[in-house]
């Protein structure tokens, strides 16, 4: 596969499910991206991670817990959700994340619903 | 801080038509850059077009160009000979600098664009 994929494609939980989002780029980038798009919202970054290292977190709440094992691959963990959190979460890779411009890639995202 | 506001929630537009979608962005910055993203249905959003501020010259691609006004803060998106792809939604965002800011993107609400055959 090329470019940045996400799984799963669509998502509904109950408030206390603990379920994982997982999001994987296949460009050879070092900065991942979680975003949150809300209908009729700007899109909100959650967390960015640079070299595996946790760069940008935008005071989200504890029950998003952001993983990155490796510069390839990106999760976001969820727990006790609550229903004002279904949206669609998108992932994004650039090459870097200080420095110079550098263009962001974006996945198809993750619709999820929290019932 | 920097926002990006996009005043038009949704637009129609016939095909073969040309359309515009405007965003406005506040910022104290000299130098910058400011985009346009269209996410279709369902699909990965992607970049359309790019412009640095400190180019005076309008980016285009293809049927697409932009209409950026500095001292007015103001970003169009021109789209001519609009195609039943061309449906989407379309985000404009703005990108500082400043080292300190990182690769930070900070993005308009969305405007719904409808193509009408």
């Known amino acids: 596969e090329t470019g940045v994929t996400q799984t799963p494609r669509h998502l509904v939980m109950g408030m206390t499910n603990k379920k994982s989002l997982k999001c994987e780029q296949h460009?050879?980038?070092?900065?991942m991206y979680w975003y949150k798009q809300s209908a009729k919202k700007p899109l909100e970054l959650m967390f960015v991670y640079n070299f595996k290292e946790q760069t940008e977190n935008n005071s989200v709440p504890s029950r998003f817990s952001p993983e990155c094992p490796n510069s390839s691959h990106l999760f976001l963990h969820l727990h006790t959700l609550q229903p004002e959190d279904s949206a669609l979460y998108l992932c994004a890779s650039s090459q870097d994340y200080r420095g110079a411009y550098n263009e962001q890639f974006f996945g198809p995202g993750t619709r999820l619903t929290v019932l | 801080a920097q926002t990006v506001t996009q005043s038009q929630p949704e637009m129609s537009v016939q095909e073969a038509e040309t359309v515009t979608l405007s965003c406005t962005y506040d910022?104290?910055?000299?130098?910058?850059?400011l985009f346009w993203y269209k996410q279709p249905p369902s699909r990965q959003m992607i970049l359309v077009i790019r412009q640095e501020a400190y180019k005076q010259q309008n980016a285009t691609e293809n049927r697409f160009s932009v209409n950026f006004q500095k001292a007015a803060k103001s970003f169009s998106l021109k789209i001519s000979d609009s195609q039943l792809g061309d449906a989407a939604m379309y985000f404009c965002a703005y990108r500082g600098t400043f080292m300190e800011y990182g690769n930070k993107l900070v993005f308009g609400a969305g405007t719904i664009l409808r193509v009408k055959s």
């Open positions: 460009l050879g980038h070092n900065a």
């Open positions: 910022t104290s910055e000299s130098d910058y850059y």
